[in-house]
T-cell receptor, first 109, second 120 residues
Framework: QSVLTQPPSASGTPGQRVTISCSGS????????VNWYQQLPGTAPKLLIY???QRPSRVPDRFSGSRSGTSASLAISGLQSEDEADYYC???????????FGTGTKVTV | EVQLVESGGGLIQPGGSLRLSCAVS????????MNWVRQAPGKGLEWVSL???????DYANSVKGRFTISRDNSRNTLYLQMNSLRAEDTAVYYC??????????????WGQGTLVSVAS
C-alpha cells in the first residue's frame, strides 16, 4: 500500500513542461528528503532526483525537483519522447520505520 | 563497474519458501545500506527490507516475521529468505543499494530484478 499519492498519469507534447505532484504527510515528506525514480518500459527504475532537488550528473537539467511542507513535485521541461516512463517519488517514513513510494505517474509524450 | 545480479526467483506454491540472492560487484555490500524493493505485475514499487552497514535490519509490515534479509561478506552477496509465501508476494524483486551522504540516502544502483510467482 502506497503512502505517497501521485496522479496516475500526465501528458504533454514535445517541448512542453509537465509537473508531477507527490503528496505525503508529516512522518515522511514533512520530515525527510524526497527522491524521484524513473522507470522506462521493461527496465529497472533509475535514480532521477535525490535530496529533493539534486540531479545525478547523468540526468539532464530538464528534470528538476522541489519539496514544500508535506508535498513534493517533479518537473520535466522541454519534454522529449524518451521521457515516456513511469515516475515514482519516495521518502523515509518515521512512523512506519521504512521507505515509502508514491503510487507512480505514467508520463505520455 | 557496478553490477547487482539477482537470482533465485521462480514459481512456488503458497506457504512455500524461497531464497533470493543478489551478487554484487563494484562495491562492498557490508559497507553500504542494502535493500530489497518489489514490484507486482503491472503495479507500483514497494519497499520490502533494509540491512544497514552495521547489520541491523528493517522490514515492511507486509513481510515482517516472514522475510529475513541477510548478507555474506565473503561472497559480497545480499539475500532475502522468504517464508510462508502468499499470492500477494508475487512480484519482481529488485536488489538496491541505498547510498547515503550527509544524512541523505537514495537508491542509486538497482539490479535487473528476479520474478517470484506464488501460485498453486
Amino acid at each position: 500500500q502506497s503512502v505517497l499519492t501521485q496522479p496516475p498519469s500526465a501528458s504533454g507534447t514535445p517541448g512542453q513542461r509537465v509537473t508531477i505532484s507527490c503528496s505525503g504527510s508529516n512522518s515522511n515528506i514533512g520530515s525527510n528528503i524526497v527522491n524521484w525514480y524513473q522507470q522506462l518500459p521493461g527496465t529497472a527504475p533509475k535514480l532521477l532526483i535525490y535530496s529533493n532537488n539534486q540531479r545525478p550528473s547523468r540526468v539532464p537539467d530538464r528534470f528538476s525537483g522541489s519539496r514544500s511542507g508535506t508535498s513534493a513535485s517533479l518537473a520535466i521541461s522541454g519534454l522529449q519522447s524518451e521521457d515516456e516512463a513511469d515516475y515514482y517519488c519516495a521518502a523515509w517514513d518515521d512512523s512506519l520505520n521504512g521507505y515509502v513510494f508514491g503510487t507512480g505517474t505514467k508520463v505520455t509524450v | 563497474e557496478v553490477q547487482l545480479v539477482e537470482s533465485g526467483g521462480g514459481l512456488i506454491q503458497p506457504g512455500g519458501s524461497l531464497r533470493l540472492s543478489c551478487a554484487v560487484s563494484g562495491f562492498t555490500v557490508t559497507n553500504n545500506y542494502m535493500n530489497w524493493v518489489r514490484q507486482a505485475p503491472g503495479k507500483g514499487l514497494e519497499w520490502v527490507s533494509l540491512i544497514y552497514s552495521g547489520g541491523s535490519t528493517d522490514y515492511a509490515n507486509s513481510v515482517k516475521g516472514r522475510f529475513t534479509i541477510s548478507r555474506d561478506n565473503s561472497r559480497n552477496t545480499l539475500y532475502l529468505q522468504m517464508n510462508s509465501l502468499r499470492a500477494e508476494d508475487t512480484a519482481v524483486y529488485y536488489c538496491v543499494r541505498d547510498f547515503c551522504s550527509g544524512g541523505a540516502c537514495a537508491f542509486d544502483y538497482w539490479g535487473q530484478g528476479t520474478l517470484v510467482s506464488v501460485a498453486s
